[in-house]
């Protein structure tokens, strides 16, 4: 095993960022905790292309915005990738709230329900690290206690909320 | 002012304790000057952002052969370098840039890669992770002198170093040669600025070739050598000169570079010269090669070689791209007196989005960087289809966006081909012309290209998609703790797409619509462009200059905006509302009887009060003070008033009664940044009017302002950041009396709820609920 990370670690520089932006592997998750409704209100920002190829990985097949199984496709792709732990290191059911698209960005939106509290978690968001090398996924979180940021990098692991 | 608050009765009409907050950052003076940050002016850079008496940059001209290998997807290469030493400095040894060793096993950007995720890794990663075969990096065959006598030389990492045989003094030149060969990335698999992509349906190659000599490295009065490894992200600065370059391709390749074609009846046919005679005066782009002729080229195989050679005069660096593939449209353009001719070279894949959009996007450019800045020296603007997704070089850049393989292609391929052709042909003119260092400064090129692109893109056409510009968009970015100040070396930035970016065009723009004014900001945006066109500006330059020529104090704008990773969060945290005491008895009194009865009942109160009281049933107990009215005007108030009236001269009269409101609004600064207080004021009888506070009113207490108000009218409402201008981040304490703010999720969410989808709508029966969307399986 350690020896096959060190094969991996030698090659996956070779892909430098490109001068425009379209190459810019960055998602932006804010998770906020309406304590008004105890719930914990998830958006989800990610470049259109991206979500559309792990789409197409989830699914087998190419789907894009508007096609018939792609929100379905969208959820399990976000379920898949984020995760929410409670203190008691249970994970949070994410139900659908739904998505739009602005182009080439699209803005996903889940919930979890009946969430008194934010103490003790944890989460984790995988978003196309499995189809990116340098995916980096920003989280603000914002609750109670206030407004944190969370980074996430392929083979990152559950992190405090 | 004074003067009347003494005979001023206040009456709160409304207040709130507002929760502040404590305001973040360290500077307890937003506005100290940043002097004491930028360097020291000096004969070379002035304290007014210009380049000085003194000021001087090295010169380096190219003389190169080359030849592309389509069998095995390698160049070789030999240059004749002559090296002017325009520096006060004698020269020892020289530094070059070998870019391509970036692709070697054991470069430091392989080194230093952080592991990427292992769950579930597409074949696609374990390809590019396990099959690491490409053999990438220089391989220098020689280095020699002009006489072709071997010079010693150093490679460490992407650097090498010449040693001179003897100092090269200030004002001399030296020429040099050296030989490599290179393997050529598959840019679609690896990655890269440059490389080649391969078309299996045709078994033919784009090459898009870049950084592809050894080029010398930039010398100058602020870096010494800048040798700073590439890594990367940080692109380059190199040293401006003449290019004469021989390319050697395939003879049914059609090649495209920097520079102007010296030989075209060499390597074109004569209905193509035609053609490009033709071009030169056409309202529309016309085709050199048509589609037809590139589906010819990709079924048929090279049977020789081909010469190519270009002339380029007073450019930083040389790229070019060749393909069997391509399809070459031009379209002649006038840029003040400088004829250009607007090219662009792409595959049958890339159309019909190419042949609409390319080149009419470069010209669109071309006029309005030009308005901005100075007209393009250049004679040729070329965009080129193939791998790389957007990077630019001289007169020439790669664009990625394509159709899909049946022709359709959404809004955003459109989009993103339109704004990456405008950024990256935008780039000619940043850093390309106005030669900033992006290995040291990414912003200084990406970020006022990123705000140039945005103008562009607002002119091309209604409500342009555009990512980056509009402040609304950097709100994110910039409540994000942990994120880097827009000053920090290219290489360590975490967020470059909105750091080096997004944020510096946010800042642009705010300073242009908000802060400056569109004619002072243009006016002194026009002045540093023009100052440092083909020279090498640095922050300071750009800092002063935008100062010099305005006169706009902007000192607290770079602190903040680009020193620091404060944020706008202005809060609005009440209003008060003050009248003139008239002294008018019955005025006075009315006023304070509506405030009574306006008062608020109790409940006891309420409930007794139909109750029988025994006053009233036994009138023996009451007396004077039961029929007393306090707020009743008395004889005595008039006579009281008359004489206070008989005190005042006529000027005084005339203000006790003009009826004026005075609000006293408070202000605090919870974000950090300060930033101008932008107001709109709604008055009850539906009139409303703007107010700009220029951000000078922090300038003594950053944290807490307040600012009085007066008016004929009464306000109903009050609104701070009416018009999303200046990337306030908190929009719920922007409003008095305040207003809930939705955040996007309950914006969204409340949407969802309220608007039936259309399949909803239309089987929607009159008097039913509008039943709640579904969202897919859990």
């Not at chain 2, 704004?419 to 000619?428: A, F, P, R, T």
């Amino acid at each position: 095993m350690r020896r096959w990370l060190a094969v991996v670690m030698l090659l996956t520089g070779l892909v430098p960022v490109a001068a425009d932006a379209h190459k810019f592997y960055v998602s932006l998750t804010t998770v906020e905790h309406n304590t008004a409704e105890q719930s914990l209100e998830i958006t989800m920002r990610l470049f259109a292309d991206d979500l559309e190829a792990a789409v197409a990985r989830e699914t087998g097949k190419p789907l894009t915005h508007g096609q018939p199984g792609f929100e379905a496709a969208v959820f399990a792709v976000v379920r898949r990738a984020l995760t929410v732990r409670q203190a008691d290191g249970q994970p949070l059911t994410l139900a659908w709230v739904g998505l739009e698209n602005k182009v080439d960005v699209t803005w996903v939106y889940v919930e979890a329900p009946r969430v008194p509290s934010t103490t003790g978690f944890t989460l984790r968001d995988t978003i196309f690290t499995d189809l990116f090398p340098e995916q980096v996924n920003m989280v603000h979180v914002k609750d109670a206690r206030g407004r944190r940021a969370i980074d996430f990098r392929g083979g990152d692991s559950f992190k405090p909320f | 002012m004074t003067r009347y608050t003494a005979s001023v009765v206040a009456f709160v009409l409304a207040i709130v304790t507002p929760a502040f907050a404590q305001p973040q950052g360290a500077p307890p003076d937003k506005f100290r000057q940043l002097e004491e940050i930028l360097p020291t002016p000096n004969e070379q850079r002035t304290a007014s952002g210009a380049p000085g008496r003194a000021y001087w940059q090295q010169r380096a001209d190219y003389d190169i052969d080359v030849t592309l290998d389509d069998v095995k997807q390698r160049i070789t290469g030999k240059e004749t370098v002559t090296y002017y030493n325009q520096s006060p400095d004698p020269l020892t040894y020289l530094w070059l840039q070998l870019d391509q060793n970036l692709f070697r096993k054991d470069s430091d950007t392989a080194l230093t890669a952080p592991a990427p995720s292992l769950e579930r890794p597409t074949f696609e990663t374990l390809d590019t992770l396990v099959n690491r075969d490409f053999d990438g990096g220089f391989q220098i065959a020689a280095v020699t002198d002009a006489t072709g006598k071997p010079l010693p030389h150093t490679i460490v990492k992407t650097m090498m170093r010449i040693d001179l045989a003897a100092p090269l003094a200030p004002g001399k030149s030296v020429v040099f040669g050296v030989a490599w060969s290179y393997n050529i990335n598959d840019a679609k698999r690896l990655g890269g600025r440059s490389g080649y992509e391969f078309f299996p349906k045709d078994g033919n190659y784009i090459y898009e070739i870049a950084q592809w000599f050894p080029r010398l490295a930039a010398y100058n009065d602020v870096s010494g050598w800048q040798h700073k490894q590439f890594l990367g992200s940080g692109e380059f600065t190199l040293e401006f000169g003449n290019y004469k370059v021989r390319i050697t391709a395939p003879n049914d390749h059609v090649v495209g570079a920097t520079g102007v074609l010296q030989n075209p009846q060499a390597v074109l046919t004569a209905a193509q010269l035609q053609r490009l005679e033709q071009a030169k005066t056409a309202s529309a782009p016309v085709l050199v090669v048509t589609p037809a002729e590139a589906k010819a080229a990709e079924a048929g195989k090279a049977t020789g070689t081909k010469t190519w050679v270009f002339h380029a005069e007073n450019v930083r660096d040389f790229a070019f791209a060749s393909s069997r593939k391509f399809i070459w449209d031009a379209q002649g353009h006038r840029s003040g007196t400088q004829p250009v001719l607007a090219m662009s070279y792409y595959p049958n894949e890339g159309n019909p989005l190419w042949a609409q959009y390319s080149t009419a996007a470069i010209i669109h450019t071309l006029n309005l960087y030009s308005r901005y800045s100075f007209d393009y020296p250049y004679p040729i603007a070329i965009s080129v289809n193939g791998p790389v997704g957007g990077m630019e070089y001289p007169m020439i850049c790669f664009n990625g966006p394509r159709p899909e393989p049946d022709g359709t292609y959404t809004a955003r391929t459109k989009y993103a081909l339109i704004s990456v052709v405008i950024h990256e042909v935008g780039h000619n003119y940043f850093p390309m012309i106005v030669n900033t260092d992006e290995r040291q400064w990414t912003w200084m090129d990406e970020g006022i290209n990123s705000f140039l692109q945005f103008l562009a893109e607002q002119e091309w056409e209604d409500n342009y998609p555009s990512r980056r510009g509009e402040p609304k968009n950097m709100v994110e970015y910039m409540t994000a703790p942990g994120h880097d100040p827009i000053m920090t070396n290219s290489e360590s930035v975490k967020e470059l797409g909105n750091n080096a970016y997004g944020k510096p065009a946010t800042a642009l723009n705010i300073l242009r619509e908000t802060v400056m004014g569109r004619e002072l900001f243009d006016f002194a945006f026009r002045e540093y462009s023009r100052r440092w066109k083909f020279k090498r500006p640095m922050p300071a330059d750009f800092f002063r200059t935008m100062e010099d020529a305005s006169a706009i104090d902007l000192d607290w704008f770079w602190h903040g905006w680009f020193y620091t990773t404060d944020h706008t969060d202005l809060s609005l945290d009440d209003v008060r509302h003050f009248t003139l005491n008239t002294k008018n008895p019955e005025t006075e009194k009315t006023l304070q009887r509506q405030q009574q009865t306006a008062a608020p009942t109790t409940l006891s109160a309420e409930r007794y009060r139909d109750t029988p009281k025994l006053v009233e049933q036994n009138p023996a107990l009451a007396d004077f003070y039961n029929r007393f009215d306090p707020l009743a005007v008395t004889p005595a108030d008039r006579e009281e008033y008359q004489k206070v009236l008989g005190a005042l001269t006529d000027k005084e009269k005339a203000l006790i009664g003009s009826n004026k409101n005075f609000y006293v609004m408070r202000f605090s600064n919870v974000g950090g940044l300060v930033m101008p207080i932008i107001l709109k004021l709604d008055y009850v009888d539906g009139t409303s009017e703007e107010l700009r506070i220029p951000a000078e009113i922090w300038r003594r207490d950053a944290s807490k302002v307040s600012k009085l108000v007066i008016t004929d009218k009464v306000l109903s409402q009050v609104t701070l950041d009416p018009k999303l201008e200046t990337a306030d981040t908190d929009l719920s304490n922007n409003f008095f009396p305040r207003k809930p703010v939705m955040t996007r999720f309950q914006l969204f969410k409340q949407q969802q709820q309220t608007t039936p989808n259309p399949m909803q709508q239309l089987e929607r029966k009159p008097g039913t609920d509008a039943p709640r969307p579904q969202g897919p399986g859990q």
